[in-house]
């Protein structure tokens, strides 16, 4: 009853600048969005899929649950790539539209499985999306911030219980276990 009340109660939100990664259809990074949009969000959300079937999704989700401030904002990226990152980064402080996030939400996931004895490229790429580009993703906000005088970004981490206890996930554990390491980055750095 509790989870139905806040998915039905309408936040404010027009304060806000999130860059939401990962959010694909029947996604939980879906169901942010869509709260963020009730709340007059200005939201910036990437996709690897950016053909009209997810535009369609996107404009569909936009058209139902958005405030009459909100703003949605779509831009492909790939999560495993330094380069799409940096691109990302780039563009969301340096273009005539500047939109600096003041949060970030970091979901996008590429599906690992296997056992340690399965690890291949595949795997390797998951690792890099989950963790890696998360990683870089924040030090280069981070570092844009910095460079324009200071100022705050949060950041909301896809942590996991999942300490290698399931099997059968390929990278997924470490990855998240990495990213409690984060944030003590974050402290120390």
Partial sequence: ?????????????????????????????????????????????????SNAKRMRFYRDIYNADAGPEAQLHILPYHQASI??????????????HALRPNVIIPFGAI???????????????????????VERMIARVGSKIMQEGGGYCHVLLPLSPNHGIFGGDGLYAESKAALEVLMNKCHSE
């Fill in 1 to 49: 009853e509790a989870l139905h009340r806040l998915i039905e109660k309408e936040g404010e939100f027009s304060d806000l600048t999130v860059l939401i990664t990962g959010a694909s259809p029947d996604s939980i990074a879906v169901e942010i969005l869509r709260q963020l949009l009730r709340g007059n969000a200005r939201v910036i959300v990437t996709t690897t899929s």
């Fill in 83 to 96: 380069q799409d990152t940096d691109n990302l980064v780039d563009w969301l402080f340096e273009t005539e």
């Fill in 111 to 133: 599906k690992s499985y296997g056992s340690a004895s399965d690890i291949n490229p595949g795997s390797e790429a998951a690792l890099r999306a989950m963790l890696i580009g």
